[in-house]
């Protein structure tokens, strides 16, 4: 069964000081590793979507890279608006549209 | 450029009765996507479509129904409503040949 663990579950960082987000997982051949951004009362935002190992991405402030077990999305200097959930969510080989996603990163940044 | 436009956006209703989610989508995409998200868990497939009338179960289909008549619409019907269907409805769609789906704005459902 495809499994996905995001940690920790909830971050509280200060504006500028870079962190991590990392998301585990365990999946019978690895089509797809994607990461969301959902602020409160809304529907997920896509931000990257990561296909091997050794991959990277980059988008401002965010970049997330892949390897063979885990996927990293790290923030550098981050400000008060990338407060949000960030989701991370996995397709296996032949799952036939279906993604497995994890409960979610909660990050909190304070000005 | 609309994307995913979902109705009604708040729904309160009662045990027992039927409640169609609506989800409706300006790109063209092949295949849409039902999920419910509830704290504690990730979010869960419902069902699934890979083209009109071409309609799949996801992980947690039991007491929902779909259908596709049309590309654009997505309708999800919970025929019989339960507490345990509280819960806020993502709807989903990507294009055939990719992987990445994009979401619409929710439903939040709360059953009396």
């Known amino acids: 069964e495809d499994q996905v663990t995001q940690s920790p579950e909830a971050l509280r960082l200060q504006e500028g000081e870079s962190s991590s987000l990392n998301c585990s997982y365990t999946?019978?051949?690895?089509?797809?590793l994607f990461w969301y951004r959902q602020d409160p009362g809304k529907g997920p935002e896509f931000l990257f979507t990561l296909y091997s190992a050794g991959e990277e991405k980059e988008k401002e402030r965010l970049k997330a890279t892949l390897t063979k077990k885990e996927s990293f999305l790290h923030i550098t200097a981050p400000k008060p608006e990338d407060s949000a959930t960030y989701l991370c969510a996995v397709q296996a080989d032949g799952a036939n549209s279906k993604l497995t996603f994890g409960k979610g990163i909660t990050l909190s940044v304070r000005p | 450029d609309a994307g995913i436009t979902q109705s009604p956006r708040y729904k309160i209703t009662e045990t027992g009765r039927q409640v169609t989610l609506m989800c409706h989508q300006t790109?063209?995409?092949?295949?849409m996507f039902w999920y419910r998200q509830d704290l504690g868990h990730g979010l869960r497939l419902i069902y699934y479509s890979a083209a009109a009338d071409i309609t799949d179960k996801g992980e947690v289909p039991d007491g929902y129904v779909v259908s596709r008549s049309k590309t654009e619409n997505f309708p999800l019907t919970l025929e019989s409503a339960t507490r345990s269907q509280t819960s806020v409805y993502f709807c989903a769609s990507r294009i055939s040949g990719q992987e990445t789906q994009y979401f619409g704005p929710g439903t939040r459902l709360l059953v009396l």
């Open positions: 999946v019978s051949g690895l089509r797809g």
């Open positions: 790109w063209s995409h092949s295949y």
